[in-house]
């Protein structure tokens, strides 16, 4: 008779442990109380439940349902809804109830890349008095608070939304403050920035497998290993709506050209697919000048393969670019004026993203054409006209008349380069020399540091590094 009643109970033992337990219904931490949900996208909202448990999410009188999967993972999604300054809640109820007070719906940007994107308010330009200023009730602030790279993707990081004010602002990204504090002035409608960098990272762990299959140049590569921040720091933000990105980072990867053009479309084409937006914004900041200058006119040292194949991404569609030659510091890396980078991205998304009647960057090289011993160079982004201009600190370009332009060289047939004199005429750059009387090709600012290039557009924005050759 004990065996029999101890056999019952091992018997009963065995089926209560058979029996799934209940678990809650649960979201990633990228939902949270005070965040930003992006207006005029669908609203996805997803997490975990028990298989087959029905989950109901309820926002600003929109109701979807779904059911957890064999995965217990669920997902819903709400139509757009367009900002409207009001506090919303949302709720979520299975076997249990979530519910997330305090948000709003606005634009929404992801803030990555490496060290001069995770560069903080606090170690940047003018820190006291920008960390006390930052009362901003409708900017909202979220940061991977981790490093994290993984072989696997992750479904979720830690962070948390938190509203700008100076007691949050200190640590978040400068770049990513500054560009969401002229948005949320311009464009006058809640900004949510997500922070997720890493200092001293190459592109290719940030970039999802997807991207590296979708370029030819890089389908062959073996992501594996290469993809593990994106796994840990990028995917479990997936698929949630924003309107687009910005980007700081190349330093890691300085010793390249054409190869990081290949990358840069990996990487941006992988996150429109992973985020569900063929039309993903992406923003990006050119290398800004470093190291001891060189006075050799070819060029090519250092960052300024690297700076070409950035400007040569602005072929992608619904991308911009900070030009920055004319703020860095030769002795260090990180320089602190993040103030000018970030407003200078967010002129690009104000004039491309929202229609604003903003010139979006300093001159871009459009082409070339050749008339006896003269060069003649046309551009997009002239604004009001070209100018030679000097940049100093944090205050505005300001224009230099009787000044002559700097760091235009140009090579004939021979392939060997002389600096050339260079000249504005209306909206377009003559270069001469009078040792090439027939040129065919012209270098500006080609080189790591470019010191005392100066050439830009009357709104003070510097023209980008380019060379008209593939040499």
Known sequence: MKRIVAFAALLLLACA?????????????????????????????????????????????????????????????LPSMKADGKPHTLKVAGRNSIELTGILLGEVWICSGQSNMEWSVSRSANPKEETAAANHPNIRLYNVQSHIKNEKPQDDAPGKWVVCSPKT???????????????????????????????????????????????PELKDAKPGGTSQIYNGMVHPLKPISVRGAIWYQGESNGNEGESYYHKMRALIQGWRMVFENDELAFGFVQLADFRKPTDNPAGGDGWAKLREAQRKTLNLPHTGMAVIIDIGNANDIHPRNKQDVGDRLARWAEASVYDKKVVPSGPLFKEIKFDGNRAVISFDHIGSGLMVGKKEGLSPTQEVKGEKLQRFAIAGEDKVWHWGKATIEGGTIVVTSPQVPQPVAVRYAYSMNPAGANLYNKEGLPASPFRSDDW
Do not use: H
């Open 169 to 215: 602002v200190s640590g978040f990204s400068a770049v990513g403050y500054y560009f969401g504090r002229r948005l949320s002035r311009n464009v006058n409608v809640p900004i949510g920035l997500i922070g997720t960098n890493w200092g001293g990272t190459r592109i290719e762990p940030w970039t999802p497998p997807v991207g590296f299959e979708s370029v």
């Open 17 to 77: 442990l058979a029996v799934p337990s209940q678990a809650d219904v649960r979201l990633p931490n990228i939902f949270g109380s005070s965040m930003v949900l992006q207006q005029e996208k669908p609203i996805r909202v997803f997490g975990w439940a028990d298989v087959g448990e029905e989950v109901t999410v309820s926002f600003n009188g929109r109701m979807a349902s779904a059911k957890a999967n064999e995965d217990g993972r669920w997902r819903v999604e």
